[in-house]
């Protein structure tokens, strides 16, 4: 009997604690997909996958080779695009290929429309509404075309954009993090984590005075998230609308991703940049240890790697209109459904050996032939590898 007693004691604990690990089996799952965290990282893509994408890669030799190796070796994928100045015919098609990839976001660098929000013929409505149909998480940053009126007279209130941009956008992203009051005080910067990745979407527009929206709450804000970054071991990416200062801007011409022709004649465009107090915040989370992965921006227009004077370790991608080929002889309209007239770039990031992977959809060189390819960073030992090269 107390043989019996002891077994049945033994086979009811047994029981409990299957249960248990099975509880934290799901739980374990679940926390998995919230945070974006679930693309295998052994395996290519499917079959169905790369019938769907044989359609938006047609006449871009080795695209599709590119995108399965990024596809495969990547813990986190990203489809990234700026200055899609309401070229809404190019966003289906960056939706449509960013839901056949799975990746874990889409992040736009600003400027989504051409003129002011409350203009009646480009009413922001029109991407909240697209992209609340989209399968992954959209993040939005604020571009100066978003806050601009007809005269193109900035038109900076912080609480009326928050409203009509960020307000709609973020609904449609579970776990977005906020700064406290964000609504009330139209605060328009926030972050999501994807396991172990830290996308950081902030508002940090400086150089030109009636761009005024960086300030002290932002700075400090910035502090804490990258304070409890370093804390929780992330890595991170910072997303802004305008690229570095020119002032402190290192450029690299040998670089297949930076434009010669087309950026000289853009050079000059203005004065609007990131704010340098934005990166010397970044700069101390990375002198304390942190990992940096890369700033992503636009505004320019024009492709861009820039590396910013005494600040190390700060690597810039900019990256060409959504909606605009940029040729010597001008800019051109997307009127058609041809590779020429969009672009976007997919971006991976394999965690463990600290690499960042990037290649380009539609539009893939530029006025002075150079071909975008693939580019590679190791953001742990900040080594660029640009179409397989080492460039140190």
Known sequence: MDNKVVDNDNLHCRKICYRCLVFCLVLVLACLSISGCGQSSSTGLTSEQTRTLEFFTEGQEGLLDRINKIYSCSDYTFVFFSDLHNGWRNLIKMLDTANTLRVNAVINAGDTVLKYINDSETDFSWYTSMIGE?????????????VWENGYWIKAEPNLTYREIIK?????VDWIIQP?????????YYYKDYGHIRVIVLNAMAGDP??????????????????????????VICVNHAPFNKEISIRNQDYNWNSIEDYRL????????TENEALSIVQEYINNGGVFIC????????????????????LMLGIASARYSFHSDGLVSE????PSFYCFDYLG?????????????GWNIDSSLKVRDFFAYDYINDIIFDSNKRIE
């Not at 989209?134 to 075309?145: E, I, P, Q």
């Not at 406290?180 to 328009?188: H, P, R, S, V, Y």
């Not at 700033?295 to 700060?314: F, I, K, M, N, R």
């Not at 009127?335 to 041809?338: G, Q």
């Open 134 to 146: 989209s399968k992954v998480d959209v993040l939005t940053a604020v571009g100066n075309h978003d």
């Open 168 to 172: 709609p956008v973020i609904k449609n």
């Open 180 to 188: 406290d009051g964000a609504e009330e005080n139209g605060l328009c």
């Open 210 to 235: 009636s761009v005024a929206f960086w300030d002290d709450n932002e700075a400090n804000w910035l502090k804490a998230v990258l304070s409890e970054s370093l804390k929780e071991k992330k890595h």
């Open 266 to 273: 853009l050079v000059d465009y203005d004065n609007i940049c």
């Open 295 to 314: 700033w992503l921006c636009g505004h320019t227009h024009v492709d861009e790697v820039l590396q910013a004077s005494g600040y190390p370790g700060q």
């Open 335 to 338: 009127d058609k459904n041809d």
């Open 349 to 361: 990031i394999n965690e463990e050996d600290g690499m960042l992977y990037r290649t380009r959809f």
